[in-house]
């Protein structure tokens, strides 16, 4: 297994590292091998590996400890004779090991000072908020005991999606209004869901902001932040969510002001930010001030958006304002947007909308065109994700930054088109290649990147490339776009939009009488012959899928054009953030699970009163068969 392999290598590297009083031979590897086992029980076993000859029994090592003292005895007799480096990638593994579930390792830091002073660091990295830490019933955060910590503290993961607006539970009771007085008990239930409101019995603005300021003034080396705001169900203007994002955007300003020795902030994950609440914070000074001195300082983003205006006037206000802020993060390297699309079937990769055509125009992801001076010269990597994007807003974005963009990752990005009427002016990822000559006044996506002339990417990878159709007449039911792959292996879409960006071969079908070798096809057989995108004489680069041998691995070889495999088995320079801020663990909070869990549950509930209640009306109605 690799793990005994990694472990084995950093045995042989800290030989010479080995005090004089711990064992180094052979005939004294028995002496303390109960006490040694003893001691790495808790660390999954068999990282102790690297202590022992690799023709060691493994199965010695199953055994655990049920005395705690018994451990931490042992402990302490090997802790002076462990090469502290060893002691580190041991407790480092069980780091990597338990990712998901950080509360596993708190035990070990009780083992000894030496577990606990390698470990400090890891679970101390990121400072956890959620809705009962702001609530006035609860106990007040007590700073004192945390400033010992706050130090290696360096990630704020703040989960305020349980968090409910007072005009969505107006809403709802307005939705139930006919039925409540047939069923009471949803007045109850719609009412419990004030508890996770704003207001003078939970918290308020300047509850929030004490206890953010309280932990940003005893961590001077935070640097990342992860807010999720309130995801609301019902409305459109969401006041809470603005209040808390401005508050969050402030304290941050104020931080930088009273303590110049701390950090700025670097890295920055938004969920659930609606195009409303962004509007909202551009028309106050104050809060537009805050946010661009929050945004000047990052280096890398993820925004996770939502759309619900769908007016005209404000549709383009939000794209100006949208893109005002980005232009403000000129440090800014990594990029991540993320929409607001459900799963789609990649089987299909057609999506047509039964919409108006404000509404579809709407949902869509706005590029503003940035003046020279406001673009953003660091840009090295981009990701755009489950969003839909008008053709030409697309390429804007993506020339307009060429001359520094390094990374492209289109995942999940449905092209705007209208039902095609004319054929010379359609839109399409790939094209027909050279089966057919490109029209002058049509945009094919792969060949349009390849003709930007500052544009040099080292990795481009695209999964679930599609096209948002709007076709309320249904007239292009049909249409099969570039969907089809002309060549013999039908080859993924993706895969063929990287290859055709890539200049890689378009293979054609073509038939050829050939005659001689044993080896050689029977005449009339189907021969691929490569034709080359850019020509004849082009030259497309070697050492990827088309050169491997068919024992190389399926997933390994989707890595080399597939989004999610690429960042799944090589690396992920633009979203990971998202799911695990620290580096280190996933983001979790099992106190805002909980509470969500409480919130789906009255819904629950709520859903079947309302049903039975539908079931009673229908029983009520229905007319009885009379006998003949």
């Known amino acids: 297994m690799p793990i005994f392999m990694h472990i084995a290598a950093e045995r042989d590297r800290v030989q010479t590292l080995i005090p004089d009083g711990l064992p180094s031979t052979s005939n004294n590897y028995t002496t303390n091998t109960h006490s040694l086992h003893s001691s790495v029980s808790t660390l999954q076993g068999a990282q102790i590996l690297a202590f022992y000859p690799l023709s060691f029994s493994h199965t010695s090592l199953n055994a655990t400890l049920s005395n705690t003292s018994t451990l931490t005895c042992s402990c302490l007799f090997v802790m002076d004779r462990l090469p502290p480096e060893l002691l580190h990638n041991i407790l480092l593994w069980s780091v990597r090991q338990n990712r998901c579930d950080k ?78 007085p047939k069923v009471p008990e949803m007045t109850t239930l719609l009412d419990s869901l004030r508890q996770y409101c704003m207001n003078e019995d939970t918290f308020d603005e300047h509850d929030f902001r004490r206890v953010v300021m309280g932990v940003l003034a005893i961590t001077p080396n935070m640097v990342r932040l992860k807010l999720n705001l309130p995801f609301q169900v019902i409305g459109h203007a969401s006041r809470t969510a603005t209040l808390l994002l401005a508050t969050t955007f402030a304290c941050f300003k104020d931080r930088g002001d009273s303590i110049q020795s701390f950090k700025p902030l670097q890295t920055l994950v938004l969920d659930h ?76 990769r057609r999506h047509r909308a039964s919409m108006h055509l404000n509404e579809w125009l709407m949902k869509s992801l706005p590029y503003h065109g940035l003046d020279a001076p406001d673009r953003l010269k660091r840009l090295r990597c981009l990701e755009l994700k489950r969003v839909d994007i008008e053709p030409t807003a697309l390429v ?116 050829e009488a050939l005659t001689g070798s044993p080896d050689s096809p029977t005449a009339g057989e189907a021969v691929v012959r490569p034709i080359p995108v850019g020509g004849m004489n082009s030259s497309p680069p070697t050492g990827l899928w088309w050169d491997r041998s068919p024992s190389y691995s399926h997933e390994r070889r989707r890595s080399e054009y597939d989004v999610e495999a690429y960042q799944r088995f090589h690396h992920n320079s633009t979203s990971h953030w998202k799911r695990c801020i620290d580096g280190f663990f996933y983001n979790h909070n099992e106190k805002a699970l909980s509470e969500l869990q409480k919130i789906i549950g009255v819904a629950d509930r709520g859903m079947s009163l309302l049903s039975d209640e539908i079931d009673r009306i229908h029983a009520m109605t229905r007319i009885p068969q009379q006998d003949p």
């Open 396 to 511: 804007n974005l993506i020339e307009q930054n060429s001359a520094s963009l390094k990374e492209l990752y289109l995942n999940e990005v449905y092209l705007k088109v209208m039902a095609v009427v004319n054929e010379d002016k359609e839109c399409l990822w790939i094209g027909h290649g050279s089966i057919t000559e490109k029209p002058k006044q049509s945009l094919w996506m792969a060949h349009r990147l390849r003709e930007m002339d500052l544009l040099h990417l080292d990795i481009l990878r695209a999964s679930g490339l599609g096209y948002d159709i709007y076709d309320p007449d249904r007239v292009d039911v049909d249409n099969e776009y570039d969907l089809l792959d002309p060549s013999a292996p039908d080859r993924p879409f993706d895969q063929r939009f990287v290859a055709t960006y890539l200049g890689v071969p378009q293979l054609v079908p073509k038939v």
């Open 103 to 180: 509360n596993k390792l708190l035990s070990l830091r009780l083992v000894c000072s030496a577990f606990d002073s390698v470990l400090r660091p890891y679970i101390f990295k990121t400072f956890q908020l959620e809705f009962s830490r702001f609530a006035q019933r609860d106990a007040v955060l007590q700073y004192k005991g945390m400033e010992n910590v706050g130090e290696l503290c360096e990630a704020l993961y703040c989960d305020l999606m349980v968090i409910r607006d007072e005009e969505e539970i107006d809403r709802l009771l307005q939705v139930f209004n006919s039925i409540i």
């Open 273 to 348: 930010v609606s195009d409303s609440t962004l509007l909202d914070i551009c028309r106050n000074p104050f809060d537009l001030t805050n946010a661009i001195n929050t945004f000047k300082t990052l280096k890398h983003l993820v925004l996770s958006l939502k759309r619900q205006e769908s007016s005209s006037p404000l549709m383009s206000v939000f794209s100006s304002r949208l893109w005002l802020l980005l232009s403000k993060a000129v440090q800014l390297e990594n990029l991540c947007l993320i929409g607001w699309n459900t799963k789609r079937l990649v089987g299909s």
